[in-house]
């Protein structure tokens, strides 16, 4: 994989981002502005940029430039609806900053309506389009209040189910000997609601070998038992379906070990927590 020199590049797709988003009227208060490059100079179609405004509360937005062809996507989505941030799965996609102010002024004046318009793929609206002013003012309030009611009572279980969740993270150290640490990658602090949640890295004991009776690969098997007996006993007390977890990787901390087993330098740069033995456990 070549790299290139990202200074000049990224300047120049800074100035542009700040272009596009410098055409936007200045009372819609752009904040939190954030740019994401291209690893390679062989790829130079991936660079995009997220923002929020001040017009519309809870709602994201974002900018996928195409370097090959000049053009760029501008789209938008509530933070709640969130699952893979991208123009395909996004309330609105429009190439054109006419049509992307029109958008966000709907959502500014609308944001009932519209947000229950992407959740329906934009079918609400059409669906109450023959009624009259007050009905469909009456309506939007009702459906959308339903819906403010569920995502409440799905914060809620979805707050017990992530104690559980956690409360087994947290014992997998202290239960096996072999184990120094667990490693939590949480997907949703770097991308959208994806399924597994959870990717569970173990750090094993530099004299693992001799600890477990067999070798690794018996203590492997082993515990990959544990895990899945004990991943479908809180499925099946709590519902986790927002907090699905997979044991991804495994990876040693005793350098013999490691000139065997590559450590993937990307999961150390995703994780979110870390469970060492007794009361050493942060985030």
């Known amino acids: 994989m070549v790299k290139f020199k990202k200074s000049k590049y990224k300047s120049e797709v800074a100035q542009r981002m700040n272009n596009i988003v410098g055409q936007l009227p200045s009372y819609f208060g752009v904040i939190n502005l954030s740019i994401t490059m291209p690893r390679t100079k062989y790829d130079l179609s991936t660079d995009k940029a997220a923002f929020e405004l001040k017009y519309t509360p809870g709602w994201k937005y974002g900018i996928w430039l195409n370097a090959k062809d000049n053009t760029y996507d501008i789209f938008g989505e509530h933070e709640d609806l969130v699952q893979k941030f991208r123009p395909s799965r996004a309330y609105f996609s429009c190439s054109s900053i006419r049509d992307v102010i029109e958008k966000i002024e709907e959502i500014h004046y609308e944001p009932r309506l519209s947000y229950l318009n992407s959740i329906t793929f934009n079918q609400f609206a059409k669906a109450i389009e023959h009624l009259d002013d007050d009905a469909k003012r009456s309506i939007i309030i009702e459906k959308y209040q339903r819906e403010m009611n569920a995502k409440l009572k799905c914060d809620e279980d979805s707050d017990r189910n992530r104690e559980a969740v956690f409360s087994f993270f947290k014992s997998i150290p202290d239960t096996f000997e072999e184990i120094e640490a667990v490693l939590i990658d949480d997907a949703q602090t770097h991308s959208g609601t994806i399924s597994p949640r959870?990717?569970?890295?173990?750090?094993?004991?530099?004299?693992?070998?001799?600890?477990?009776?067999?070798?690794?690969?018996?203590?492997?098997?082993?515990?990959?038992?544990?895990?899945?007996?004990?991943?479908?006993?809180?499925?099946?007390?709590?519902s986790t379906l927002d907090h699905d977890m997979d044991l991804s990787t495994t990876y040693y901390t005793s350098p013999p070990i490691k000139k065997r087993y590559h450590v993937d330098r990307r999961i150390r740069k995703t994780i979110s927590y870390k469970f060492f033995k007794s009361t050493k456990n942060m985030n």
């Open 198 to 238: 959870y990717r569970v890295y173990i750090v094993l004991n530099e004299n693992v070998e001799n600890h477990a009776v067999g070798g690794i690969r018996s203590f492997l098997e082993r515990f990959e038992k544990y895990f899945s007996d004990k991943q479908n006993e809180i499925y099946n007390s709590y």
